[in-house]
């Protein structure tokens, strides 16, 4: 009776194998690529005093520190180790990212990845893996997006460093992108990426106006300047969002479904050169940030649209509830999030 157990035991596991091949080969190249970022960060004290360590970003890494210590205190963000290291990407970037999505409906493509559940983005620490992937993703037939991260988190598994390129960037922007990151490893909800993603977006754009208020005064150029962007992305997004809801709605009509590929390709591509073009209308703070954008040479398609749904469709129902239920209070409402909902 007991071989019987073992038996069944082996046959079990090594199905388990079989069918989770891939998904065991990437966890181990993921957990070997992590493992040489975080091995390789090196305490902030030590990069401060490194001679040859450029000192123009040196403040940036100080600032990052008030900017932890302000989302602990004053948002109600876990207090954790993350972003007291510092890993020097030396001009490269750490991690690339591929999305995807079905060419004709808006339906991201997911990856599972047992307990952490689904995920509409798979990263790469290997640049030649992430292409792989992206030739892979193609050849059947989706619409794919290889980019790269300026930041993630990894949820508690890790020290999360700094990586060095983000000090490159203007405070509000760095702010926005390390409370966003913060907010993950606050509240994470399996299977419910869009969810996360938004939330984060919504923390990390409110509560980065509230630091540089904080920081540096409400009439303070670093102030006006950070409104003006997230002002623009706000708009921007807007636009976009309008324009996903005009491709749902192409890639719904009878007619359209009919037509044959190189004829669909012809009126999808069309209506997203078109949606992209019409930013152009939009009135924005600073133009010249969405150069690229506005170029007649951008081309996208559906991951780029939803992309956006991933990070910025839910902002309006978060602000309202923010607004209305937490009388904008930070640290009610991460704490009622946290109590209503399970994180990994």
């Excluded at 012809?266 to 209308?281: E, G, P, S, W």
Aim: with cysteine.
């Amino acid at each position: 009776m007991f071989k019987k157990i073992i038996i069944i035991v082996l046959v079990v596991i090594s199905s388990f194998c079989v069918w989770n091949c891939s998904v065991i080969v990437y966890g181990i190249r993921q957990g070997v690529g992590q493992l040489h970022i975080v091995n390789n960060a090196r305490p902030i004290s030590e990069v401060l005093a490194d001679s040859t360590f450029p000192d123009s970003l040196k403040p940036k890494l100080l600032l990052i520190q008030e900017i932890r210590k302000f989302a602990v205190d004053s948002l109600g963000i876990n207090e954790s180790d993350n972003y007291t290291e510092v890993y020097d990407q030396k001009g490269e970037p750490a991690m690339y990212v591929v999305t995807a999505c079905n060419p004709y409906e808006m339906k991201p493509y997911e990856w599972h990845f047992s307990f952490l559940g689904k995920f509409t983005y798979k990263g790469f620490f290997s640049k030649e893996k992430a292409k792989q992937e992206y030739a892979s993703l193609k050849e059947k037939g989706l619409d794919v997006e290889l980019g790269t991260a300026k930041a993630w988190s990894t949820l508690g598994w890790f020290k999360d460093p700094i990586l060095s390129e983000i000090l490159k960037d203007e405070p509000g922007k760095i702010a926005r992108l390390i409370i966003h990151e913060l907010t993950h490893g606050t509240l994470y909800i399996k299977d419910s990426v869009e969810y996360n993603e938004n939330l984060a977006t919504f923390v990390g754009d409110q509560g980065s106006v509230l630091f540089l208020k904080y920081k540096y005064g409400v009439e303070s150029k670093e102030m006006r300047d950070y409104i003006g962007h997230i002002s623009d992305v706000h708009k921007y997004s807007d636009h976009i969002l309008k324009g996903l809801d005009s491709l749902k709605a192409l890639y719904a009509n009878a007619s359209f479904q009919q037509l044959d590929t190189a004829a669909k390709n012809i009126k999808k591509n069309q209506l997203m050169h078109d949606i992209l073009q019409r930013a152009d209308t939009i009135s924005f703070y600073d133009k010249s940030k969405f150069k690229k954008l506005l170029s007649p040479d951008f081309k996208v398609n559906n991951t780029f649209f939803l992309t956006y749904m991933t990070y910025h469709q839910e902002q309006n129902i978060f602000e309202e509830e923010f607004k209305t239920k937490f009388n904008s209070d930070f640290k009610k409402y991460l704490a009622y999030l946290k109590g209503r909902y399970s994180s990994l």
